[in-house]
Every structure is written in structure tokens, then in C-alpha cells.
């Protein structure tokens, strides 16, 4: 027998009994002749003893051992003199009588630590010690915990969780496929999925109205931190339901995981707010007052319009601008020189594209700004008055058109909140975002997209606009879709389906496909409704992002145990990688070209 408990579970009661446990060598010590090893493996670390006093066979081992040896040991749980609270099994230790290596290791390329000395790249080829570390082994948990949890809920429901295939159709729409060659049918290619969409939807025509997967998916677009080529959603479609059945029932799966997996990871008993009706705002509102349609709502900072209080007092800048807008960044008015010189050249980046920042500070003196000289002390307190900033805050402005102007509060909106420190890891703000456009032009192509999919219905008052002929009408068709955002981050998004062949056929034309066009990339699809659809919408939420807003991280890629660099290689494996004229010719794919 390997081993009778794990390295993570003899306790104080335990005491007396023998045991044998097995893993990995974490540590090695030697005081005055006995030898500490601190023995790892997923569940914890236990300390193993060898006598001063223990045969000499048993230290001949010993001495032979290194950092991560894989070994096998047999002895007497003991009472610790020198107890170590930090660990779950610090009061014991075991008293080694039998020591076997049941394999050797090399040195590993990096500390097998918390905070390890080997750089990412490294790292990532090595990806099999780095999910040793405990950082790397609280993520996979937490994932594992967060998929358990949503299937628990969601089978509650009446949720079915149902397969759909990976090698599918192209219907290039949205990101790029990926593509898998058919050797049965040369010439000829499978798609992997970017989204079951089209499957879950003839799921509702098939009767199963509530279906659910956690499900891979793939989209060939260009890498950020938070994106992979291949990722996990939790994908969801229900039939017979409105909008507000739709976002009541994936609120309670947000609830259920707040309550059953980050409670419980982060060892906070409850977290009030989970308790209250998520806020919602509408698209227009959260671009409005947060220059963004995934706002960070852990703190308030809302921007402010201040065009007409600001316009026509001779500062030309303002004066030729058609917005002007405003933050207040609360008790920041003794932001020195410097710092408002450094945020300044912040909001000329290309990134945020700004011309340049007017400050005005709220001090006892009044109300003192970057512009004195064009505006009265009234006017100065009327911009303070505006934007709620009251002594010791400080009011930021930016100018230019509507929509810049906003996105660009919007962005040094999050950045003041990371300055002062308001957005914290482990405060939670959940939000529905809805009511998007459902249509985007797009001036290189001169055509519309959807901007959440073709399939998306359009709410039922705008339909009138839906099918008039003028750009201007359809670009301010609603589309019956929602977004969920968790702390600035889109961790899910859906819509109201449409569900009648009529308007499909018209989503189709409005997006520029001939009817035959359709009909050779949606035809199965088109053709599923003429045999009773019900009314169904759904929703997919980015499960890796999920796990890593939960366990505080800017990235995804700690809670896939396997992920893509930024380049999409994986770096372990060293793919993608080519293969042989073998295999091409049986695929049929002319080698001249690689
Ligand atoms: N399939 C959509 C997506 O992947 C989500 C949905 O509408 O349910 O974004």
C-alpha cells in the first residue's frame, strides 16, 4: 500500500497510530543528526522525522534524497514539540521507521514555492511542477469547486446538461474559426465551435427547454490577458421565458456560487450584498454615467456632463469641444503638481487618446482649477456642485466629442479607482447590463453585424425601425440582450432569441446575406423553425474568467490548467507544430504551401 492518509490530513488525534503516507519532497533539513522532510502532496504537507537514533540503513536513504523525490514513507504519528499553526497538520509529525524512494528527480528548473524564482516563460514550459505550487493548486480547486457548484444549481432548475459536437460547421460570423481539414471528404472543412449556439438553440425546438454545458469553445482572434483560444462558458438556453425570467434565473447562480464557492475561498462568512437584486442599467445609462458598457461599479465616481456650465466662458478648448465631462475623485484634492502632471501625460497615451486634463480642487479657499482665469468663483462652485465634490475632492475634465470623451472618463475613471485604491479584490459588484444596439456598422465593410449574434431578437417596440430601410432607424434598433458584469468585468452575455422564421429572414437581409447565402450557413437552422419554435433565450458566461474574478486575478490563464501563451503556442507541447507529408496528403492538402 502506497500510502494510508494523505499529507494534508493527520491531526493531534491521530497520535500513536502508524501510518504511511507518499509524495513529493518539499524540504529537507538536517539538525544535530535527525532529518526533517517536509512531505507535499495536493492535500497538504506533513513533517517527517529520522531519528538521531534510526538505523543506519534508514539514513543511507535519506542522504540520498533531493527537492521534489517522489518517496514513500512508514512511522508513528507524534506530538510536535514545536508546534506549527500555520499548516492544518503542524501539531504532529511522523516518526520515519521505514523510508523508500519510489522515484528520483532531477533538480526542477524553479523553487516549487509560493513565490518562486523562475520567470513565465519558464514556467509555462514546465507547467506540470508549476501546478505544484499552492497559487497554481487554490485556482484549479477553485474551478473545480465553481463547475461543481454550477451544476448542482443548475440540475436544481431542471437544467439538462447535454453535449453538442465540436467539429461542426464554418458560419463565419462574430471571430474566426478554427478549422479542421476532413480526410473522409477531401477539400472539404469542420469548424470547431466558437459558441454551441445554434445547437442549443434547436435543443428548444427539440423540447428540452432548459439546457445547459460547460462547454469548450474556440475563436481564432487575436490574444489579451483575459482571452484563449480554446476557453470553458457555461452555456445556457431556456425556452418559454421573457427577459426577466432569463436574468432572474442566472441571478440565483450567481447567488448560489457567491454563497457556496467564494464564501467559502475567501473564508468570509456571507457577503451582505449578495443578498439584495443585482443592480441593472441599461447600455445608454452605463455609457453615460461610466463611460463603458461593462462598468466597475465597486465604487461610484459617476461622470458628470458639464457641457453647458463649461462652454461659452472664452476657454477656447472647452468652447470648441462638443462634450465636456467630469469625475470627481473623492479626497484627492491634495494631489500634488506631480501627480496631476503624471495623470495628464496618462490621458494623452494613445491608449485613452485625451488632448489634455483640467483639474479644478476643492479647497477651503473655494473651488481652484487648472482654467481660473476664464471662470468666475460662482461658475467654479457650480461645476463642484454639478459633480457632488465637496472640500478635499478633486474634479477631472476631459473634452472632445460625446463618445470619445465618455470612453476616456471611463478609462481614467478605473484608473483613479486603482490609484485610491477602491477597487478591491475581495469586494464583489455584480450588475446586469441591457437594452445593447443590436445592430453595429461598420464603415470598412459598409454593412451592418450584430452585435451580439444574428439570432439575437430585437426588442418587440423597435420593430418598426427594424424593418425600415434607413441606416439611421436600424442603428437605433434595442436589442433584447443583457450582459453580466462582475467587478468591470463581462462575465456573461445572451439575448432574447428570435424565434419566428419572419424576423430571422429579415436579420439575415439586414446584415447583407442573399437568401441563398443563408441558406448555405444557417439553413439547418432556418429550417428547424418552420417546425415550431418556442420562444426561447439564453446565456453564456465565460467560466475561466468567472474562476478568475472570484480568485482575484487579472488573468485567466491560472485557472486553466493547460493554457496558450500570447501567441497562442503552447509552449509545453511546443504547438501548434507541423506534420508530416503523411499525414497532409491523406488530408489533401497540397504541402507546397507550408
Ligand atoms: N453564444 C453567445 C456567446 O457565446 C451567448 C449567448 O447568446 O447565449 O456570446
Known sequence: MYRTHTCGELRIVNTGSEVTLAGWVQRLRNLGGMTFIDLRDRYGITQLVIGDQAPVDLHQTVDQLGREFVIKAKGIVLERSNKNLKI?????????????????????????????????????????????????????????????????YLSSQQFLEIETPVLIKSTPEGARD???????????????????????????????DRYFQIVRCFRDEDLRADRQPEFTQIDCEMAFV????????????????????????????????????????????????YGSDKPDIRFEMKICDLTSLA???????FDSADFVGAICAKGAADYTRKQLDDLTEWVKRPQIGAKGLV?????????????????????????????????????????????????????????????????????FAPLWVYDFPLLEWDNETQRFYAMHHPFTSPKPQDLSKFYSNKKEDLEQVCANAYDFVLNGVEIGGGSIRIHDSAVQKRMFEVLGFSDSDA?????????????????????????????????????????????KNNSGRDVMLDAPSRIDEVQMKELGIASTTI
Open 88 to 152: 492544518d497538520t503542524g501539531e504532529i509529525e511522523i516518526l520515519v521507521s521505514e523510508l523508500h524512494i519510489l522515484n528520483a528527480a532531477q533538480t526542477p528548473p524553479f523553487t516549487i514555492e509560493d513565490e518562486t524564482d523562475g520567470g513565465e516563460e519558464l514556467r509555462a514550459v514546465y507547467r506540470y511542477l508549476d501546478l505544484r505550487r499552492n497559487p497554481l493548486k487554490r485556482a484549479i480547486m477553485l474551478r473545480h469547486t465553481m463547475a461543481h457548484e454550477v451544476r448542482n
Open 178 to 208: 478554427f478549422v479542421v481539414p476532413s480526410r473522409m471528404n477531401q477539400g472539404q472543412f469542420y469548424a470547431l465551435p466558437q459558441s454551441p449556439q445554434s445547437f442549443k438553440q434547436l435543443l428548444m425546438v427539440a423540447g428540452y
Open 242 to 289: 421573457e427577459r426577466e425570467e432569463v436574468l432572474n434565473t442566472f441571478e440565483g447562480l450567481a447567488k448560489h456560487l457567491f454563497k457556496s464557492v467564494l464564501c467559502d475561498y475567501l473564508h468570509h462568512p456571507d457577503h451582505p450584498q449578495f443578498h439584495q437584486p443585482f443592480p441593472r442599467l441599461s447600455y445608454a445609462d452605463a455609457k453615460r454615467l
Open 311 to 317: 462652454k461659452g466662458c472664452g476657454f477656447g478648448v
Open 359 to 427: 483639474y479644478a480642487r476643492v479647497v477651503p479657499e473655494g473651488v481652484k482649477s487648472s482654467v481660473d482665469k476664464f471662470y468666475t468663483p460662482e461658475a467654479l462652485q457650480q461645476w463642484a456642485e454639478e459633480t457632488g465634490a465637496q472640500q478635499g475632492d478633486l474634479i477631472l475634465m476631459l473634452c472632445g466629442t460625446e463618445r470619445t470623451t465618455l470612453e476616456a472618463l471611463g478609462a481614467l475613471r478605473l484608473e483613479m479607482g486603482n490609484r485610491l485604491g477602491l477597487r478591491k479584490k475581495d469586494h
Open 519 to 563: 441558406d448555405y450557413r444557417f439553413g439547418f437552422i432556418i429550417n428547424a423553425f418552420k417546425y415550431g419554435a418556442p420562444p426561447h433565450g439564453g446565456i453564456a458566461f465565460g467560466f475561466d474568467r468567472w474562476c478568475a474574478v472570484f480568485g482575484g486575478s487579472e488573468s485567466i490563464r491560472d485557472y486553466i490548467a493547460f493554457p
